[in-house]
């Protein structure tokens, strides 16, 4: 496995390896890998003849309040992983190769969707994602790029700006890898102290319970929130940010459920702010 800082021997690589009609898999990540980016790892190794998965904590997507400073980062063990893998290529450059000196100035925005769900309570969260992505896009020039289910809004945008921006990679979205007792698969699942592991259920607990009054056959979204919210009651130390429930391709709220919505939520467990989702199907 090789591990690539810079911009310009990352885009060598993958136009050598375009040039031998090699069909590159991107991973992209911010390291602190868990069994969810495995995951994204092996559905590109079935598919991909050269796998490429990049490590880089992106600063454009954090608030000023956010923990951008303390996001865990363990560079060694994490290539250690992905080696074991079998992947080919880990590309893991620094904030100064990514955004030099006064290139900030540029962004990628779909405007449309970004102040939806996190990007509400989020600004600027958005568009530091696609601007990234964008640029992991150029640098790399993958044919496919692999993303969870678990980040639905992200994945939505991501979509939404490759198709606008008529980018040649195809978008592959694999599904929410959980812990036994249905926790979604975090990297910042690690801050969380032994009771506020048992509380961040809450979140996979209000999903459960939208979806099982859904499947007795209710429709109106209103009716389903309001059952889901009802999980945080009695948990005073889970702050509930949203619980919506949307088209997943433009993320926009659906009053009725026709076709397969998508039923996300976002909280605060303490200090950490956690996300998980579900598909309702009709």
């Not at 996979?204 to 389903?224: C, M, N, P, V, W």
Request: with cysteine; proline share 6%; net charge neutral.
């Amino acid at each position: 496995m090789k591990i690539v800082s810079t911009i310009p021997e990352m885009r060598t690589s993958s136009r050598a390896a375009h040039s031998r009609a090699t069909r590159i898999g991107l991973v992209p990540t911010m390291g602190a890998l868990h069994e969810g980016h495995l995951s994204l790892v092996r559905a590109a190794r079935s598919t991909s003849d050269q796998v490429v998965a990049s490590i880089f904590v992106n600063p454009t997507q954090f608030g000023p309040n956010e923990d951008f400073s303390r996001y865990p980062r363990n560079l060694k063990e994490d290539c250690a992983l992905l080696e074991r893998e079998g992947v080919d290529i880990v590309f893991a450059p620094l904030v100064e190769e990514m955004y030099p000196a006064g290139a900030d100035a540029t962004w990628v925005v779909v405007e449309a969707m970004s102040n939806r769900l996190c990007g509400r309570s989020r600004p600027g969260h958005f568009r530091g994602v696609t601007t990234v992505v964008s640029k992991l896009f150029h640098i790399v020039e993958p044919d496919l790029a692999f993303f969870g289910q678990k980040d639905a809004a992200q994945v939505a945008i991501i979509r939404r700006m490759v198709r606008d921006l008529n980018m040649p990679v195809t978008i592959e979205v694999c599904p929410i890898v959980r812990e036994a007792d249905g926790l979604a698969l975090s990297s910042r699942n690690a801050y969380l102290s032994a009771p506020e592991r048992k509380r961040a259920l809450t979140l996979y607990r209000s999903l459960l319970r939208a979806r099982a009054i859904f499947d007795q056959g209710e429709r109106e979204t209103g009716k389903l929130v309001a059952a889901a919210k009802t999980e945080f009651v009695g948990e005073p130390a889970v702050r509930l940010d949203y619980f919506e429930i949307v088209d997943p391709h433009t993320l926009e709220p659906e009053p009725m459920i026709r076709k397969r919505a998508l039923a996300a939520v976002a909280a605060f467990v303490g200090t950490t702010r956690l996300i998980d989702n579900i598909l309702l199907e009709p």
